[in-house]
């Protein structure tokens, strides 16, 4: 069993800056695919950013691609969202996944869900 946990969501401005964290825990060895999806008010779960934390590969929605990285540290069971240059349309709550792999965390196969955290872009 894996347990997710999210942290840096927050109020920011349009053109802003902030960086999520998502700290995994429990039996990782299993995890082979993380990334963070999110949910915004009356819309879909999407996938934002995936990564295979035993590589560097990397991938991103065409929405967020240019200005958000998603990153690791593998020594803290760790991985990041660098979001910057934040939209009023990022403004979501941001959930931590983990998969089997890339391909499954990109079409929603997702075995482990943090609980989010929320991230609102506004003036």
């Known amino acids: 069993q894996v347990q997710l946990v999210e942290s840096g969501g927050g109020l920011v401005q349009p053109g802003g800056s902030l960086r999520l964290s998502c700290v995994a825990s429990g039996t990782i060895f299993e995890i082979n695919a993380m990334g963070w999806y999110r949910q915004a008010p009356g819309k879909e779960r999407e996938l934002v950013a995936g990564?295979?934390?035993?590589?560097?590969?990397?991938m991103y929605a065409d929405s967020v691609k240019g200005r958000f990285t998603i990153s690791r540290d593998n020594a803290k069971s760790t991985v990041y969202l660098q979001m910057n240059s934040l939209k009023p349309e990022d403004t979501a709550v941001y959930y931590c996944?983990?998969?089997?792999?890339?391909?499954?965390?990109?079409?929603?196969?997702?075995?482990?869900w943090g609980k989010g955290t929320l991230v609102t872009v506004s003036s």
């Open positions: 990564i295979i934390p035993r590589a560097r590969n990397a």
């Open positions: 996944a983990a998969a089997g792999n890339i391909r499954l965390l990109s079409r929603g196969a997702v075995d482990y």
